[in-house]
């Protein structure tokens, strides 16, 4: 169990995160979602004991993870960048962190690599990007943490080894009961791998719930009418989007669904139509505002 608690951390004058909770239980995937430079990483390099928070507390197994060793050995960080000891291969990285983490396992390494298709041998400097981001899973599962971190783990690789990191980190999961955090910027890399979603905007978690309740609590409705209708003709429902084709409306709306529904079907439709929205369309409405106005550019 990790628990992240009223967080905040600034640098000089620049608050990067400010007042973050959220907690991640035991066999679960927490994905951490927000544009670049919303403070994912920040947040996770005070999970694992990097930063220092300025406020709040992130505690794991019950114990603060700053300036605390025994805790940092059952956590792993998988940075968006990456560092290498100069000249390693991924056998002098291996033999590197089995040093600080006694439960180390080299066959699992070594099973690892195989999977990808790594020569272990082979200097780190030389692989491509989506390469090294491989190794360094390598490096993780070998590890065999009880909380992992991973920072934008998907930049970088093609669709098969993505597929394959995704089921990688879920076996683990299952066999070990590990907690996963996993930040992105794209939702497509978090959609199939998580259970529970925080989104953060403002430097702060705008909306963070289960996988399963966002998608059965958000939707969308299309209504088609046989007369026009304007928005202001439902000035009775909580609108949070509204587009218009003709007679057809697609809108979707704040407050009880009991009540949208009512209130929809009051105003006579010919037809209505409720679909469970997307994670992207979720992630767009709640960023909504912080969209900047692109006919600006060129004005």
């Not at 299309?222 to 439902?234: A, K, L, P, Q």
């Not at 992630?283 to 969209?291: D, N, Q, V």
């Amino acid at each position: 169990m990790v628990e992240i608690k009223n967080v905040t951390k600034k640098f000089g004058d620049f608050t990067a995160i400010e007042g973050l909770s959220f907690s991640v239980g035991d066999s679960s995937v927490y994905g951490l979602v927000g544009y670049n430079g919303a403070g994912k990483t920040t947040l996770l390099k005070s999970a694992i004991g990097v930063y220092k928070p300025d406020g709040g507390e992130i505690t794991a197994f019950g114990e603060n993870t700053y300036d605390n060793p025994k805790i940092k050995q059952r956590m792993f960080y998988v940075p968006d960048e990456l560092y290498f000891l100069p000249r390693a291969t991924m056998e002098k990285m291996a033999a590197f962190y089995r040093r600080f983490y006694p439960s180390f396992d080299m066959k699992v390494f070594q099973n690892m690599a195989d999977a990808f298709g790594l020569d272990a041998t082979k200097r780190l400097a030389g692989f491509s990007k989506g390469m090294q981001r491989q190794a360094e899973m390598c490096f993780a599962m070998a590890s065999r943490p009880e909380v992992l971190l991973l920072d934008e783990i998907f930049d970088g690789l093609d669709p098969a080894k993505r597929s394959m990191t995704e089921k990688i980190v879920l076996e683990y999961m299952s066999q070990s009961g590990c907690s996963v955090i996993v930040s992105s910027h794209n939702l497509h890399d978090l959609a199939g791998i998580c259970d529970h979603i925080g989104l953060i905007n403002g430097k702060k978690i705008v909306l963070d719930c289960s996988v399963d309740e966002m998608s059965a609590s958000r939707l969308k409705y299309r209504v088609i009418f046989d007369r026009d209708v304007e928005r202001d003709d439902f000035k009775d429902i909580s609108v949070r989007r509204f587009t218009k084709d003709g007679k057809m409306i697609i809108l979707t709306a704040d407050g009880k669904q009991e009540d949208t529904e009512a209130k929809i079907m009051a105003m006579k439709p010919l037809l209505v139509e409720k679909f469970a929205l997307t994670l992207e369309e979720i992630f767009l409405e709640e960023m909504e505002g912080s969209e900047y106005d692109i006919s600006k550019i060129f004005s």
